[in-house]
């Protein structure tokens, strides 16, 4: 099943979305790929019921939860690792799940020695680390990210990408993944769209066979993916 979009109008003093129509097939990670200001977060925050459309319609997203995972981690500064976790969790879960849980999360980000620290105690890496342990743990349907690798090193973005994939493959939700990097992109989404500038426009999108968490950009075919992409984005 899809997640649909129909018909998207928004404007700020100019138009973001006219007639905008995009799809979003369920269980799947959908990177949504273009240059700033093209209106990636404004199509997460109509998505998650922040700001609300001028016009079109959304559909399959009704009763949907959602989870967020910011450019900036957004911990709650008083609490440690563990107590960030245990405060999104499902509240009908007793004091001893709850622990569990969190303790589960701690170790699929390979934070296990952190458990106890605030976020001032950790590096920035860390910190997005605990906010992706964070997402998960909220009992969601839907899983927001808006560039929440940018301005990090390759490195560390791919490190990142290969946690998230880890707890993702066991615990899959639909992921809607924004960012301006292809290669971020490439290596996380199942589905690429291109955006144009404003008003936004699809101008073109793939889907990638091979499973996230075995490609290597170097590889050929995803070599000639990647060119299509590039290609597209610096499309006027």
């Known amino acids: 099943m899809s997640l649909q979009i129909n018909n998207l109008g928004k404007s700020y003093n100019k138009p973001v979305f006219r007639d905008f129509s995009i799809s979003f097939p369920e269980d799947t990670i959908t990177c949504v790929l273009g240059p700033s200001g093209c209106g990636k977060t404004t199509l997460l925050n109509i998505i998650g019921?922040?700001?609300t459309p001028d016009e079109g319609s959304l559909e399959g997203f009704e009763n949907k939860t959602f989870s967020y995972v910011f450019q900036e981690p957004r911990l709650l500064p008083w609490k440690t690792v563990t107590e960030n976790i245990e405060f999104v969790l499902d509240r009908e879960l007793h004091a001893g799940e709850r622990k569990k849980q969190a303790e589960k999360l701690i170790r699929q980000v390979e934070l296990e020695g952190f458990a106890g620290y605030y976020p001032a105690q950790l590096s920035g890496g860390m910190r997005q680390r605990v906010s992706i342990?964070?997402?998960?743990?909220?009992?969601?349907?839907?899983?927001?990210?808006?560039?929440p690798l940018k301005g990090l090193d390759v490195a560390?973005?791919?490190?990142?990408i290969k946690w998230f994939l880890h707890i993702w493959k066991g615990d899959r939700r639909t992921v809607i993944f924004v960012t301006h990097d292809v290669d971020e992109a490439l290596l996380l989404g199942d589905r690429i769209v291109v955006l144009s500038q404003a008003p936004a426009r699809i101008l073109t999108q793939?889907?990638?066979?091979?499973?996230?968490?075995?490609?290597?950009?170097?590889?050929?075919?995803?070599k000639q993916i990647k060119n299509k992409l590039l290609s597209a984005v610096y499309i006027r």
């Open 156 to 160: 560390l973005k791919q490190n990142l």
């Open 49 to 51: 019921g922040i700001i």
């Open 206 to 222: 793939v889907k990638i066979e091979e499973p996230a968490g075995n490609r290597i950009i170097e590889d050929h075919e995803l």
């Open 133 to 147: 342990a964070r997402a998960f743990a909220v009992p969601s349907d839907i899983i927001l990210m808006d560039e």
